[in-house]
T-cell receptor
Framework: QQQVKQSPQSLIVQKGGISIINCAYE??????FPWYQQFPGKGPALLIA?????SEKKEGRFTISFNKSAKQFSLHIMDSQPGDSATYFC??????????FGSGTKLNVKP | DAGVIQSPRHEVTEMGQEVTLRCKPI?????LFWYRQTMMRGLELLIY????????DSGMPEDRFSAKMPNASFSTLKIQPSEPRDSAVYFC?????????????FGDGTRLSIL
């Protein structure tokens, strides 16, 4: 049973475009929603995170939009750059420190 | 600052052999997590420790897998005997447990291939 469903599986965006990755969850006990970025041969690294009492959080070109009633959250990458090409994972935290990860989205930003 | 350190980075061994993966968490972090990443199943939590005590090992696939954390600066994940289906990238992560909404910091993983 997948606790966090992520889409799309892969995404191709032109340089300067907007990349959008979506995640959905069912468990209303989740209380923290981070996004991780992973480059080949490296571990996932925290990109940005949000609490469920906030509807939007922006850090530079990265924005999380959170819809509590729909149990959905999304990552928007504005002005996407080739250096943003990586795999992105959404996650949700439950019960002190237990994280559930989405299946990942492989982003390719074309120059 | 040193991040989470895992060793070895790559391990290739034959089926039936014992495999030991090692992790040094970030100093001061008191929660440690072991994950397995495969194309088919994504990133799966195997086990996590808080203050060196295993809290949740429900993700450990079977008795062939075991994990220990003898002290705050070292943990091992052992597979005995290993099987080809154990081939994956294994990640260790640490965080400041006990405080809400602390992110996990991942090591660069051990790529394990069982022949």
């Amino acid at each position: 049973q997948q606790q966090v469903k992520q889409s799309p599986q892969s995404l191709i965006v032109q340089k300067g475009g907007i990349s959008i990755i979506n995640c959905a969850y069912e468990n209303t006990a989740f209380d923290y929603f981070p996004w991780y970025q992973q480059f080949p041969g490296k571990g996932p690294a925290l990109l940005i995170a949000i609490r469920p009492d906030v509807s939007e959080k922006k850090e530079g070109r990265f924005t999380i939009s959170f819809n509590k009633s729909a149990k959905q959250f999304s990552l928007h990458i504005m002005d996407s750059q080739p250096g943003d090409s990586a795999t992105y994972f959404c996650a949700a935290k439950y019960n002190f420190n237990k994280f559930y990860f989405g299946s990942g989205t492989k982003l390719n930003v074309k120059p | 600052d040193a991040g989470v350190i895992q060793s070895p980075r790559h391990e290739v061994t034959e089926m039936g052999q014992e495999v030991t993966l090692r992790c040094k968490p970030i100093s001061g972090h008191n929660s440690l997590f072991w994950y397995r990443q495969t194309m088919m199943r994504g990133l799966e939590l195997l086990i996590y420790f808080n203050n060196n005590v295993p809290i949740d090992d429900s993700g450990m696939p079977e008795d062939r897998f075991s994990a220990k954390m003898p002290n705050a600066s070292f943990s091992t994940l052992k597979i005995q005997p290993s099987e080809p289906r154990d081939s994956a990238v294994y990640f260790c992560a640490s965080s400041l447990g006990g405080q809400s909404n602390q992110p996990q910091h991942f090591g660069d993983g051990t790529r394990l291939s069982i022949l």
